[in-house]
């Protein structure tokens, strides 16, 4: 047995295929991670995920504990299917991406809105605090 297949999770003799998500579980997954960079908790949710990427099987187990606690927040539906998508390696990578996808999305909007801003305050003409002071114009 070669040495990548000793932790791996599946049957022996199985053939590690690499399925798609169902448009269901895309939706949790951009949902997900919609809400960390709403939160702007893109950086430390990354750097976790990434840390802990080796461990995604136990981690998975772990969800299923904190289940009746979590309840409260998501639907179970939403919840139990989160927690199927997270036992496979390759799905904390899909989350990593959608992560970053959104945070690259949202940093752009935010640098155009920054950029308008500073535009309009061109064209309304305002005047610094240090222009009011010296009373230049």
Do not use: C
Request: proline share 4%.
């Amino acid at each position: 047995m070669p040495f990548r297949h000793i932790f791996s999770t599946q049957p022996k003799g199985a053939k590690e295929t690499e399925k798609g998500l169902t448009p269901e579980q895309q939706e949790i997954l951009d949902k997900i991670a919609k809400k960390v960079v709403l939160w702007k908790m893109s950086t430390p949710a990354i750097l976790f995920l990434e840390s802990v990427k080796p461990l995604n099987y136990i981690g998975s187990q772990m969800l299923v504990f904190f289940e009746p606690f979590v309840q409260t927040l998501f639907s179970w539906k939403e919840y139990d299917e989160f927690r199927k998508i997270m036992e496979e390696r390759e799905n904390v990578e899909r989350l990593l991406q959608t992560i970053e996808k959104f945070d690259a999305e949202a940093l752009t909007k935010e640098k155009e809105d920054k950029k308008r801003r500073k535009e309009e305050r061109k064209i309304k003409g305002r005047r610094s605090l240090w222009q009011v002071i010296t009373g230049r114009e």
